[in-house]
């Protein structure tokens, strides 16, 4: 494989976003080999539903559209980033406040330490922000067998 691979995708910032920011990166690591069905890839498929449903629901519609970033660093780290334009930085909500909402991040969080990897914070030049996760890139060695068909 390529030394560094990078895929990205500008959605709109409406709740459609969130399944197709989903199947993007699911897609996108399936064509690098990471099969669709393993626990690493159920649990990309959460992170990345939990950052871009906090790009739609937490920018007040101030950033009409968030970007994902997926990133393959040597086949040792995968990078996955998303974007929006909105300048205030996710926060932790008071605990009586997070009975309904307000755990994204702390999901976001703990999924990526149970992958072994770190989640990041940071803000664009243009003033919005990139949550990012890193996760060091592990592939199974074999092939995940795939249904065959029944001979008559």
């Known amino acids: 494989m390529a030394d560094h691979l990078e895929a990205s995708v500008t959605l709109p910032s409406d709740p459609a976003s969130v399944s197709a920011a989903r199947a993007y990166v699911v897609g996108t690591l399936a064509e690098w080999g990471l099969p669709a069905d393993t626990e690493v890839s159920d649990s990309i498929r959460l992170i990345i539903s939990e950052l871009a449903t906090n790009a739609v629901q937490h920018t007040f519609g101030q950033s009409p559209t968030f970007t994902v970033d997926v990133a393959l660093d040597r086949d040792e780290q995968l990078r996955i980033g998303v974007t929006d334009s909105h300048p205030r930085f996710p926060r932790r909500l008071p605990a009586a406040v997070q009975q309904d909402n307000g755990r994204g991040l702390v999901i976001i969080r703990w999924l990526t330490a ?37 001979e008559p």
């Open 114 to 150: 149970e992958c072994g990897g770190r989640l990041r914070i940071r803000p664009t030049r243009e003033g919005g922000k990139t949550i990012s996760i890193e996760l060091p890139w592990t592939v199974p060695a074999q092939p995940v067998p795939t249904a065959r068909k029944q």
